[in-house]
């Protein structure tokens, strides 16, 4: 199994520091808001990532922290007329629903950063004790001088970080690049006691204390968006290594690529920010998850409406395949043909490709197509065979396709039972728009079905009675809400559009 870690820059091939037993981190939100579609596809590919090393067989210990001291938190506070702790608990809650939506499993450890500041202080001091940081204006600091492998995973110099525009300035810092790892008490925040004065953490310390606390120092796997490589992760590296006089810190470093909309970043400015759960609304958790696994982890995402109802429309196929699987099941006969045996090795090269496609550094759009290619052979195979494939080889066939879907984490139940509400809350939808346009013709009905049939027989009225213009205002104001009336020789039919 390989994995491209962004330390080294190349792919390398991967074995747990310890026998059957992987230790993942993620970097977990900062709780000041609600979570938007970027950031869920850190979640989305690190929980698949999670159940793949689950299906392999190991046992993965998990942690995935709440920032939950900030200023964005504190900001949000203040706007709101409330504690930090309130605002910071609100949105804790918010994400946990957002996630169990989007039908994810919660990490195994989830620390919170306010519940570990003795030991984010116990660092700070060891690392004043050793010589790498220093006290300046009630604030601590690293000295990245004193660091001199700062910069080994952006494959950043000194002088490119500080030409940068996310350094943060002060006047107390030897360097510009010194990053904060203890910020002094300014008047009304929340602050700490600690031997540097009163104040409270530095946002790149609480991930070093709460990763090593739970996972050990040297873990496997360290994830996160692609904007935390500089300066949030290569800080994380900094301090640690520092701190504990040895490397490394993380053994690999994974991260997504960012994700668009429409070509374009998400911005307040720009309008064009989508909160998680109003797409879950439009589009339901296993569509969004098979439309983030759908481009390899490491490429940017584009998000527009067109490309995930395509990816619907995919999923939907998936589902159609599964159904005529099991019905044809139902009926199947023990038999040994040609067809069988084609089948079968059909079914087990699929499953190999698709272990294969995600041994290679998660390649989930590699698995896809290989996913969607072996649709296609089942769907042939049924179309030509049937039932007499014989019972074994179509379970197997089922066996895989479901076995793949939960490595992704996808659910055709829930996946069909949303698109069940999706039908019936558009109905009930149709059906009160209906009831006005049946109160303006003076038609009755209590259902879709009876207002439409009631409306069609107006129209053949008016068309008897040579009104053709209101006749045509009938069909017109169909249309609009989506009813397609189609004349035949039989009579007029009505149907949905998109039916």
Request: hydrophobic share 35%.
């Amino acid at each position: 199994m390989k994995i491209y870690n962004t330390l080294t820059r190349n792919k390398q091939e991967f074995k747990p520091s310890q026998e059957n037993r992987v230790r993942m981190y993620v970097c977990g939100p900062t709780v000041y808001n609600l979570i938007h579609i970027g950031n869920a596809r850190v979640y989305v590919f690190f929980d698949m990532v999670r159940r793949f090393f689950e299906y392999l067989g190991y046992q993965v210990l998990y942690v995935s922290n709440f920032t939950d001291i900030d200023d964005k938190i504190i900001k949000r506070a203040a706007e709101e007329g409330v504690s930090y702790k309130e605002v910071a608990l609100k949105y804790e809650e918010e994400f946990k629903k957002d996630i169990k939506e989007l039908g994810l499993k919660h990490a195994d450890v989830t620390p919170r950063a306010t519940e570990n500041i003795d030991g984010m202080i116990e660092m700070i001091s060891g690392l004043i004790a050793k010589g790498y940081a220093y006290e300046a204006g009630g604030d601590v600091y690293f000295s990245v001088q004193s660091f001199p492998s700062y910069g080994k995973l952006s494959g950043r110099t000194l002088e490119e970080m500080r030409a940068g525009e996310r350094v943060e300035p002060s006047p107390h810092k030897r360097d510009p690049l010194d990053f904060a790892l203890w910020k002094a008490a300014r008047p009304g925040e929340p602050c700490w006691e600690s031997p540097f004065g009163k104040g409270r953490p530095g946002w790149h310390i609480e991930c070093s204390v709460m990763s090593v606390k739970h996972l050990g120092f040297g873990f496997d796997i360290h994830g996160g968006g692609q904007d935390l490589i500089f300066p949030h992760h290569e800080n994380e590296i900094a301090q640690a290594e520092a701190y504990y006089g040895s490397e490394p810190f993380v053994r690999f470093w994974m991260h997504n690529g960012l994700l668009t909309v429409k070509a374009e970043k998400m911005a307040k400015s720009l309008g064009n920010i989508i909160l998680l759960r109003d797409a879950l609304k439009a589009y339901g958790a296993d569509t969004l998850k098979m439309f983030y696994l759908s481009t390899h982890y490491r490429s940017p995402l584009d998000y527009t409406p067109e490309k995930v109802k395509e990816i619907q429309k995919a999923l939907r196929r998936i589902l159609e395949t599964r159904t005529r699987l099991r019905e044809t099941l139902r009926t199947a006969a023990a038999q040994g043909s040609d067809a069988t045996k084609r089948f079968e090795a059909e079914t087990q090269d699929f499953a190999g490709e698709f272990i294969e496609s995600l041994k290679d550094d998660f390649n989930t759009a590699k698995a896809s197509a290989v996913l969607f290619e072996f649709l296609k052979k089942v769907n042939a195979a049924l179309d030509q065979a049937g039932s007499s494939l014989g019972p074994y080889a179509l379970k197997k066939a089922l066996s895989a396709l479901e076995e793949a879907l939960k490595i992704f984490g996808i659910d055709l139940d829930r996946f069909e039972n949303y698109l069940r509400r999706k039908v019936e809350d558009s109905k009930q939808d149709l059906l009160l728009q209906l009831r006005g346009l049946a109160a303006y013709y003076n038609v009755t009905g209590e259902s879709v079905e009876e207002i439409v049939q009631n409306l069609i027989e107006l129209r053949q009225e008016e068309r008897r009675l040579k009104r053709f213009d209101r006749a045509d205002e009938i069909r017109n104001k169909l249309s609009t809400l989506g009813i397609v009336l189609e004349d035949t020789p039989q009579g007029t039919r009505f149907r949905l559009a998109g039916d």
